[in-house]
């Protein structure tokens, strides 16, 4: 199944272009568990290699993940801040917004204020969450674009690199699943550290919501 996706995702980007990371970083951004470490490697492993100028595309390529990601939180941020925590708290369970991830998620922002909205593009669970304690407490939307655009373009930038090294280990082994799982299993190790010391120590610290990690 991984390879059939794999490969529908290639030969669609051979026409969607950036356009097409563009559309599914702003999903990832959303409420949609659709993780940006399988949208921006394969398409800067595909753009780097087939064009004669591979480092610019990988610059139009961090351009397309940041303004998506942008696009997404944008969303999150104005139906939180038009609909209220009241509507949130009750009609986000539906699409996987569970009261204790929102509660988790205002304490995250209230630990590390507008610094917060930079330091999520880098992690987990809180990168799909942060727009929505923004929305509630109404934080200044120039100051809350400015942060997420920043925080994407470095997250863009790394996912570029870390496709066009994938890439070449792949094609110099020979060997996906080997390749895979090792840069998988680095990417767990990095996001899970960095996870914990952004998330779970604070909570820790403070005994509130996400202690314990986030719930299901």
Same mark, same amino acid.
């Given at each position: 199944m991984f390879e059939a996706l794999s490969e529908w995702y290639m030969a669609r980007l051979e026409d969607g =272009?950036?356009? +097409?990371? !563009?559309?599914? #970083?702003?999903?990832? &951004?959303?409420?949609?568990?659709?993780?940006?470490?399988?949208?921006?490697?394969?398409?800067?492993?595909?753009?780097?290699?087939?064009?004669?100028?591979?480092?610019?595309?990988?610059?139009?390529?961090?351009?397309?993940?940041?303004? =998506?990601?942008? +696009?997404? !939180?944008?969303? #999150?941020?104005?139906? &939180?801040?038009i609909g209220g925590r009241p509507f949130v708290m009750?009609?986000?369970?539906y699409v996987g917004i569970t009261p204790h991830k929102v509660e988790m998620a205002e304490h995250w922002a209230a630990h590390y204020g507008p610094m917060g909205i930079f330091i999520s593009r880098l992690l987990p669970v809180i990168r799909h969450l942060i727009g929505i304690p923004a929305g509630i407490?109404?934080?200044?939307?120039?100051?809350?674009?400015?942060?997420?655009?920043?925080?994407?373009?470095?997250?863009?930038?790394?996912?570029?690199?870390?496709?066009?090294?994938?890439?070449?280990?792949?094609?110099?082994?020979?060997?996906?699943?080997?390749?895979l799982s090792k840069w998988l299993g680095l990417g767990a190790l990095v996001l899970g550290g960095l996870y914990y010391f952004f998330v779970v120590r604070p909570s820790r610290d403070t005994g509130a919501p996400g202690a314990e990690g986030p719930r299901p």
């Open positions: =272009g950036y356009a +097409l990371v !563009a559309v599914l #970083m702003a999903v990832e &951004s959303s409420i949609v568990p659709l993780p940006s470490e399988i949208v921006i490697p394969p398409a800067a492993h595909l753009f780097y290699n087939r064009n004669q100028e591979g480092f610019l595309c990988l610059v139009w390529l961090t351009v397309a993940g940041a303004l =998506g990601s942008w +696009l997404g !939180a944008t969303v #999150m941020y104005w139906a &939180s801040r009750r009609f986000g369970r407490v109404r934080m200044n939307f120039t100051q809350y674009s400015i942060y997420t655009l920043i925080g994407s373009a470095i997250w863009s930038a790394v996912l570029c690199w870390i496709g066009v090294a994938m890439g070449a280990d792949i094609e110099k082994t020979s060997n996906l699943t080997h390749t």
